[in-house]
């Protein structure tokens, strides 16, 4: 039996080869793996199926709905392993629209020692999704679908919805283009338009990339750049980042100024973690900022 890399990599060249053909013939069960794959309310379910097809595709002895160890028995498995070890880099190699993080550590999903079949009581929404994906796995596991079929099925729709996003992007960027350039905001309209984006939800990034601009539109009088960006959502302790942003003078690459953004009040566990991340890094860091809009308590200050 080929290994989850292998396997992967096969799924990507056969979906890849014809967006417009769906690879299941059950339309009902398609349709439902199109759902679990397009929603966009919660991004967890379509990460729990790569993983669990994934994982019954790699060794077909598995119960795809057991993709946990504390269930008893010879053929239940660790979603989670599946899913950080090979989904995880699978998803970053062909930028794939999915979260960045595993789906095993949602609230719905973390820590259940239960077969997970259509009966299952899951506590998220939508509820639809977790119908659908439930269902999706006891198809699979009654044989009714192979696990290689949605595997591939699953892979075509996430690469139709880059395509898709791609589209749109180029439309977009083609308009801004054909615009005339002698419109200008004024400085009031620039700022309303800042907070409007800020105001968005999910705007979290939004600050760290206000702030990037700024340096990137400064840089040559500053003799400063901005060293790229790591993960969002991933903690510093993984991604080896000092902070949400980090600064080095133009022909150098150690941390001069690191920047972190807070959307609560500062607290001294946050000062107490910067320090730690300061002494761990062994580099001479100039300035370790951290910002917040929030009252800052005078023993913090």
Known sequence: MPEPTEILDMSFEVASQDLDSPLVEDEEIQERIEYVCRCQ???????????????????????????YTAIEGTDAYSGRQYDERHITPFINRYDLPCNATTAFLTPALRNRDQTLTPETHMVGRPPDLYRHLLQLLADIQSGSVGAEDVLRETVRCLLVMKSERQTQLQALLASLKSRDNT????????VRLIEQHLDCPYSSRLPVLVVV????????????????????????????????LEITLLDDDEVMTSYEMKNRPVTRSDIDVALQKIGEAGLPIDNYILITTETIDRDVL
């Not at 601009?213 to 903690?235: D, F, I, M, N």
């Open 183 to 190: 419109f200008v905001l004024s400085s009031e309209g620039v």
């Open 41 to 67: 309310a919660n991004r967890a379910g379509v990460r729990v199926l790569l993983a669990g097809a994934l994982a019954k595709t790699h060794d077909r002895s598995l119960d795809i709905r057991k993709p």
């Open 213 to 244: 601009a700024a340096y990137k539109a400064a840089q040559a009088r500053l003799g400063e750049r901005v060293l790229p960006l790591t993960s969002h959502t991933a903690a510093d302790s993984q991604t080896g980042a000092l902070g949400d």
